[in-house]
């Protein structure tokens, strides 16, 4: 059995990537993929812990960024690179393209700290495929409005998730051959579609 796949899910809040996370991975097992289906921050038991400081403590902006690569030093290690070294495939919702697009993006930290980040947690691991959901600030915050309990990220403001969206955009087009970018302002059907589309071609 050869190493899995690793895929991950990104966008801003409200996007849309949770509503196409299960449905990507039974279509996985549907083609008779293992499937670990897991998320950042969290994904075990310690990551989740943090989770819950990071999503609703106040923190300056470098902890934030060490505690999110923590959580996640922990996840490649008991998760992911075990996952992939058996041949399963693994679909994160979300994984270090958010670091760049929330805490270098939104926040404004340092990106050559973030890489030196990067670095030292995942020197050698990418994921095969990253999806983008991308929509327009105000499409992501009606939907967000109309769902949800909003998080210490979702209560930022519109200026925050402009520049977590932009950045998310630069490193789709640093990294093209990883990338999809997916119109999420369509309707979920004409998404899964495409989303069909692009699994059956990897
Ligand atoms: P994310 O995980 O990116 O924060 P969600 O998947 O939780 O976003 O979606 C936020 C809200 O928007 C949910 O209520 C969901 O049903 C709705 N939604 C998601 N995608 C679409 C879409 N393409 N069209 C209309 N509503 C959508
Ligand atoms: P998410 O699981 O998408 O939230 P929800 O379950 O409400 O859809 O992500 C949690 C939040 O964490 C999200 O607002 C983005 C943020 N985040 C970062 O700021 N940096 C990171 O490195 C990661 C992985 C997430």
């Not at 050869?2 to 196409?20: M, Q, Y």
């Not at 959580?71 to 270090?96: K, M, N, Y």
């Not at 949800?148 to 520049?163: H, I, P, V």
Request: charged letters at 25%; a neutral charge.
């Amino acid at each position: 059995m050869g190493r899995g796949k690793f895929i991950t899910f990104e966008g801003i809040d409200g996007a849309g990537k949770s509503t196409h996370i299960s449905f990507v991975c039974d279509l996985l097992r549907s083609i008779g993929k293992n499937v670990v289906s897991t998320r950042e921050p969290g994904g075990t038991e310690l990551g989740e812990a943090l989770r819950e400081l990071l999503l609703h403590r106040a923190m300056h902006l470098e902890t934030e960024a060490l505690l999110m690569f923590a959580a996640r030093r922990e996840h490649i290690a008991q998760v992911i690179e075990p996952a992939l070294a058996r041949g399963d495939w693994v679909v994160s919702d979300r994984f270090t393209d958010a670091s760049f697009a929330y805490q270098g993006g939104g926040r404004g930290m340092d990106l050559k700290k973030l890489d030196v980040l990067e670095q030292w947690v995942h020197p050698t691991l990418q994921p095969d495929l990253t999806l983008l959901f991308d929509v327009p600030l105000e499409v992501a915050r009606a939907r967000l409005d109309a769902s949800r309990n909003l998080d210490k990220f979702e209560q930022e403001k519109a200026g925050f998730f402009a520049a977590t969206r932009e950045q998310y955009l630069c490193r789709a087009q640093q990294y093209p051959a990883r990338f999809r970018i997916i119109d999420s302002t369509r309707s979920i059907a004409i998404i899964h579609k495409e989303l069909e589309t692009l699994i059956s071609t990897i």
